[in-house]
């Protein structure tokens, strides 16, 4: 079965950090582009950073030199460091596997608050 798990979300003071967590099965290499999503509330969900290919990285410009995406092909896992939290990032965060001629997977989404 396909799957996505997210952990790592939590409460955290605004200048502190998260490192939030997917765990991909049955294995991270079924997915060609992987990435993380966050949506809150009130508002559409939308693109944090993705890794497409082996190495090639995007990030939404709020999150640029803040936020790292990390992809693991070995322990099948795409990480989210996450540093100098801001009230503005509080949101539930997901992570998104996109397969070759397929749907995409998407986890279940672990939460983030960001307190001022």
């Known amino acids: 079965q396909v799957q996505l798990v997210e952990s790592g979300g939590g409460v955290v003071q605004a200048g502190g950090s998260l490192r939030l967590s997917c765990v991909a099965s049955p294995s991270i290499s079924i997915f060609r582009e992987m990435g993380w999503y966050r949506q809150a509330p009130g508002k559409e969900r939308e693109l944090v950073a993705r890794?497409?290919?082996?190495?090639?990285?995007d990030y939404q410009d709020s999150v640029k030199d803040r936020f790292t995406i990390y992809r693991d092909n070995v322990k099948n896992t795409l990480d989210l460091q996450m540093n100098d939290l801001k009230p503005e990032d509080t949101a539930r965060y997901y992570c998104?596997?996109?397969?070759?001629?397929?749907?995409?997977?998407w986890g279940q989404g672990t939460r983030v608050t960001v307190s001022s």
């Open positions: 998104k596997g996109e397969r070759p001629s397929d749907v995409p997977t």
């Open positions: 890794v497409r290919g082996p190495s090639s990285t």
